[in-house]
T-cell receptor, first 111, second 113 residues
């Protein structure tokens, strides 16, 4: 079963920051937080991941709380092309690596 | 990096027929994953390979489903005696090593009539 909870849907105005929350209150010390997104009719696309520290790349920023029980994905300037389903996943890196997806958050970027 | 390739993109079959899908991972990626996705749901894990070894298999993968990765490169997923409930998008992903992101193909959409 997925170990994360996310709101089922969110709206964001174009050009504004989109802040997508994720709760992972049962996360273990060796579990990473990963974010993917899926645009209609395509496979999921990797966005970013982190363990304890905040991370930033060309697509997004990931803010993980100090207790690691929740995180926020930030798209700094949302565009219409960011409309997608966003999945937050916790991933334990053992030799048998089973990545489990939940239902995700459907983000609609509105003009 | 040509991406993960899946073939065919669409498959329509009649109930009771067998179907086989192919996945070509990114070159040198030794980990390969299969997922199934139905409308409005997140991808559901089916199985996972490290090289040619099938290391994990979901309970969703009934005895009608079989996956192989014979030489640790491409993989096939076969469904025997298809049922209407098998209609879904079948996604393949690969990763380079344990802490590498998964790279997904665009899936094979199966419709069982």
């Amino acid at each position: 079963d997925a170990k994360t909870t996310q709101p089922p849907s969110m709206d964001c105005a174009e050009g504004r920051a989109a802040n997508l929350p994720c709760n992972h209150s049962t996360i273990s010390g060796n579990e990473y937080v990963y974010w993917y997104r899926q645009i209609h009719s395509q496979g999921p696309q990797y966005i970013i991941h982190g363990l304890k520290n905040n991370e930033t790349n060309e697509m997004a920023s990931l803010i993980i709380t100090e207790d690691r029980k929740s995180s926020t994905l930030i798209l700094p300037h949302a565009t219409l092309r960011d409309t997608a389903v966003y999945y937050c996943i916790v991933r334990v890196l053992v030799s048998y690596d089973k990545v489990i997806f939940g239902p995700g958050t459907s983000l609609s970027v509105i003009p | 990096d040509t991406g993960v390739s899946q073939d065919p993109r669409h498959k329509i079959t009649k109930r009771g027929q067998n179907v086989t899908f192919r996945c070509d991972p990114i070159s040198e990626h030794n980990r390969l994953y299969w997922y199934r996705q139905t409308l409005g749901q997140g991808p559901e894990f089916l199985t996972y390979f490290q090289n040619e070894a099938q290391l994990e298999k979901s309970r969703l993968l009934s005895d009608r489903f079989s996956a192989e990765r014979p030489k640790g490169s491409f993989s096939t997923l076969e469904i025997q005696r298809t049922e209407q409930g098998d209609s879904a998008m079948y996604l393949c992903a690969s990763s380079l090593r344990l802490n590498s992101p998964l790279h997904f193909g665009n899936g094979t959409r199966l419709t069982v009539t």
